[in-house]
């Protein structure tokens, strides 16, 4: 046998010495007058018995009282024994989505769940080890072959987030783990089958409550103030009586009372809502099994024009396609000049300075070559035509095909494809520097481009992403989103205020860092501030996310699991347990013993 602290056990043997004191030092008798000694003389033998410093004698009191103190002595040693013991690891998966946060079982779906957790922490044989992946839109690993200890503060700490779980993700990171660690996977979430063919036993917690979530906020421009439109979706099985009330820069500006039907959508309308409004934000009572939906944030920018300079030779096809956004405010100039400055987006067609401006963004019309910004490769002829590429982030350029006679090709490690023929990049665009850059390889001369419809479309699409219509390029995004903000081009400095009210620097340097801290639902407002220190502030909401989160009904069907094998190891078996049993029958015996004999 071992014992873990032994000194404190060899402390507490000092009350057996304690124990035969007081047996051999008995009280001393006190001096009394009494009328007659007969009486006292049949308990001479008693009286005898008390006086101190006499011989031990056998004392069955005294021998348990011994033995009571050698166990709690023992007890207090950690005694326990060495040898073999079998132990299973675990890798343990917390589903941390938004559908965890429902209330249809007792206190919460994840608050059943780190429950369950920590009894099972708390229940394994000493040994074990356990791996801990945080399932969120990005898993992590937040322990790896770590102790129980370690594992229960990270559970005890944790909390569900506003957005989904990335389920690709996690069984990746689940069956490598596994590999890594061997040992059985457990996941506690809300519903079966996630992991698909993965082996895992599944602890899952859902009550099928009622829910009605706030799907969509959109908002267009007329005549007698914003249009507003919120879209609620009813998930449950009886039709509810809901209130929805919009508030307009954080004031209230109406309440309407709808009916919720059973799965399907119901649309409210607000009309008249202030332009000059800058936030937007919905609330829908009363609450429900889960409250994180019930609400939706949006930011809303003015937008305004950007002065674009345009320097060409006399493109009238150019001019006019540049002329149909609302945002642009076109100078024109045929005369190429030295330190150019004061526009947001500077259009070169065929030329270039030797000094290229240093605000704004550039869009480069077949440029000449070593030029520093872009490679380009010999002029060609192509005999096929350019077709646009989807998917590459400008909407409707898949669309794009026209002849072209002769170009040159284009590269750029920053850059993005969305024009192509024969193989060969004529278009693509993309941030260098902090500075957005379009180039078409190509004289728009030299091809019928000007006169397909897709043209206008396409410089359109440009100056979209140019100038995105509320500044930052978003007015909503999804909790727990990466989100790429785009910043004037006079920006110096720009931070974030998040909805806890936070202050995040995302500039400089440039580009711009991707946002990442959009875990908490609310309206953030990104801060940009140019060389006068002149600041723009352009609120943007982030949301819940309610697609595929806000069904709280039992998703899959439950499978047979497979268990994984145990291992041994060289380990320690505690004995406390049996000894505090012992030492409870002793004081029992001890006790029924003393009252006996009193």
């Known amino acids: 046998m071992h014992f873990a602290q032994p000194l404190l056990g060899l402390l507490a043997l000092l009350a057996v010495p304690i124990i035969l004191l007081m047996y051999l030092l008995k009280q001393k008798y006190k001096e009394k007058q009494v009328p007659s000694l ?21 004392n069955l009191l005294m021998f348990l009282q011994i033995a009571a103190a050698l166990l709690l002595a023992l007890a207090l040693s ?44 708390e229940n394994t044989a000493p040994g074990s080890r356990f791996s801990l992946v945080m399932l969120t839109d990005t898993p992590t690993l937040a322990v790896s072959g770590g102790e129980k200890d370690v594992v229960l503060r990270m559970v005890e700490n944790a909390s569900p987030t506003a957005g989904g779980v ?17 040992g059985e996977i457990v996941v506690y979430t809300d519903g079966y089958g996630n992991l698909g063919t993965v082996s895992a036993t599944e602890q899952v917690y859902a009550g099928d409550g009622e829910n009605t979530a706030v799907t969509l906020l959109s908002h267009t421009a007329q005549e007698d103030g914003l249009y507003v439109m919120v879209r609620l979706h009813h998930y ?19 309440t309407k009372t709808v009916t919720a039907v059973a799965g399907t959508d119901t649309d409210v309308v607000f009309r008249g809502v202030p332009e000059e409004t800058k936030t937007l934000e919905v609330r829908v009572s009363p609450e429900d099994a889960l409250t994180a939906d019930n609400s939706r944030f949006a930011g809303l920018a003015a937008a305004k024009q950007q002065k674009v300079l345009l320097v060409s030779e006399s493109n009238l096809f150019l001019e006019k396609a540049l ?61 096929a035509d350019v077709r646009g590429l989807a998917d590459r982030g400008l909407e409707n350029c898949g669309d ?25 990049t004529l278009g693509l665009y993309g ?53 790429s903000l785009s910043l004037l081009p ?106 006996r004999e009193h």
């Open 38 to 58: 007969y009486l006292w003389e049949k308990v001479l033998t008693q009286t005898k018995a008390q006086e101190p410093w006499q011989k031990l004698r056998k």
């Open 78 to 121: 950690g005694p326990y024994l060495m040898g073999k013991i079998q132990v299973r690891d675990y890798i343990i998966g917390l589903d941390c989505s938004l559908s965890m946060q429902a209330k249809d079982v007792e206190k919460s779906r994840f608050d059943a769940a780190k429950a369950d957790l920590t009894e099972l922490l």
């Open 166 to 182: 990335n389920w690709e993700e996690a069984k990746s990171l689940l069956s490598a783990e596994q590999e890594a660690l061997g």
């Open 236 to 254: 449950g099985k009886s039709d509810q009586e809901k209130t929805v009330t919009l508030y307009a820069d954080g004031a209230a500006f109406d």
């Open 323 to 383: 002329s149909l956004s609302d945002q642009v405010e076109l100078y024109q100039t045929d005369t190429l000049q030295e330190n150019l400055s004061g526009y947001s987006l500077y259009v070169f067609d065929g030329v270039l300075p030797e000094t290229m401006p240093t605000d704004g963004h550039w869009l480069l019309i077949n440029p000449p070559s070593g030029n520093g910004i872009v490679e380009t490769g010999a002029e060609q002829e192509f005999a």
């Open 400 to 424: 794009i095909s026209f002849a072209l006679a002769k170009g040159k090709p284009l590269s750029a490690s920053w850059g993005t494809a969305f024009l192509q023929a024969e193989g060969q």
């Open 431 to 483: 941030e260098t520097n902090g500075r957005k850059v379009a180039v078409l390889g190509f004289d728009l001369h030299d091809s019928d481009f000007p006169l397909q419809t897709e043209f206008p479309i396409l410089l359109y699409r440009l100056m979209e992403w140019y100038f995105p219509a509320n500044g930052s390029g978003v007015s909503q995004v999804t909790a727990g989103e990466q989100v």
């Open 490 to 595: 006079t920006t110096e400095t720009a931070t974030v205020m998040t909805a806890a009210g936070k202050e995040i620097s995302i500039a400089p340097p440039f580009p711009p860092q991707t946002l990442t801290e959009t875990a908490e639902p609310g309206l953030y407002t990104l801060r940009e501030t140019d060389s006068a220190q002149n600041v723009t502030e352009t609120p943007f909401g982030v949301n819940a996310k309610t697609e595929g989160e806000s069904d709280l009904s039992l998703r899959g069907e439950q499978t047979e699991q497979t268990q994984s094998t145990t291992k041994e190891i060289q380990g320690s078996r505690s004995v406390l347990k049996w000894v505090l049993l012992l030492l409870l029958v002793v004081l029992l015996v001890e006790w029924q013993v003393n009252c």
